[in-house]
């Protein structure tokens, strides 16, 4: 409604988000997810670090550290902060394949299975998200793999 409204009133916002869950890698996932965010993460943190000018190493520095602070940007919990590492972490792993990929010649994971990869990825990071500490996680996690309270079939 605030979208419509501002346009009835001649103000035009930025496109910010573009069908994230249909990324086929985590850097698809964060070009479409909470754009303008992200922007500001590129601009202000990650280009400041190095960016990826400087090979392999200082990209994944720069990485790990900019979402390390958007972890803590979203809030000062332990779970924040691990979630940006796991981010961090993933983005790493994500250009370091590109990378090997390219150099060794392999073909592209097929889109419907790097799209899976890519929303299991974001999927567990979420749950860092949300819970409220680590044993919140645990829990969340054990039930979504059918650790917790699953007592099998009837």
């Known amino acids: 409604m605030a ?8 103000y035009r916002f930025p496109h910010n988000f573009n069908q994230p869950y249909r990324a086929a890698s985590l850097r698809d996932f964060w070009r479409r997810w909470h754009i303008s965010l992200s922007s500001w993460l590129r601009d202000y943190l990650y280009v ?4 990826s000018r400087h090979g392999l190493k200082r990209l994944c520095f720069a990485l790990t550290v900019t979402m390390l602070l958007g972890g803590l940007w ?14 961090g972490a993933l983005l790493c792993l ?9 150099k060794m010649s392999l073909p592209k994971i097929p889109k419907p299975i790097a799209i899976g990869m890519t929303f299991f990825a974001v999927l567990i990071g979420w749950v860092f998200f949300r819970a409220h500490d680590f044993h919140t996680a645990k829990t969340m ?8 309270g699953w007592s099998g079939w009837p």
Request: glycine residues 18%.
């Open 3 to 10: 979208i419509g409204l501002a346009a009835l009133l001649g």
């Open 48 to 51: 400041p670090l190095g960016g």
């Open 74 to 87: 979203h809030g000062a919990g332990w779970t924040f902060i691990v979630w940006g590492a796991l981010h």
């Open 94 to 102: 994500n250009h370091a394949w590109f990378a090997f990929r390219k």
């Open 141 to 148: 996690l054990a039930s979504m793999f059918g650790f917790n």
